[in-house]
């Protein structure tokens, strides 16, 4: 895959005033189901909306879904929204949005640091930054 494709990356509070500002701008969540149910999920209720779950990785072997293309198409999402990608660090939405912008979306966008963000030096996420961190709306199972 090739860098620079995708439209680039956004901290956490960007993309939450890109979806407070768009109305039609989507959150995809590219994280393993697990990770949904025990870690939490952004909460986009206040605007109406919910974060679209599509894994990129199979749980637990954390091999490429093979049916991800597929599977965000199956969303009904429109190729023309801006699409705001998410995952725990920023490192497989990267991946996410790059492989959706070679088939055609047209904005999609990185959320660096994700929703844990990076690691602390006692290597413990949810400490440093990310979506969490942020203070941005979330809820876990």
Request: proline share 8%; net charge negative.
């Amino acid at each position: 895959m090739t860098e620079g494709i995708y439209a680039g990356d956004l901290t956490p509070k960007q993309t939450w005033e890109i979806m407070v500002e768009n109305p039609k701008a989507a959150l995809l969540d590219v994280r393993t189901p697990a990770e949904w149910a025990y870690v939490g999920l952004p909460d986009l209720s206040a605007l109406g909306r919910q974060p679209l779950l599509v894994p990129w990785l199979m749980f637990p072997s954390m091999q490429l879904n093979p049916d991800f293309l597929n599977q965000v198409r199956d969303t009904g999402i429109d190729p023309q929204q801006d699409l705001l990608i998410i995952c725990r660090s920023g490192v497989r939405s990267k991946s996410a949005a790059i492989a959706l912008s070679e088939i055609g979306f047209k904005t999609c966008y990185n959320i660096a640091y994700g929703f844990e963000g990076d690691k602390d030096p006692g290597g413990h996420r949810g400490t440093i930054n990310g979506w969490k961190v942020d203070g941005l709306p979330w809820g876990q199972g």
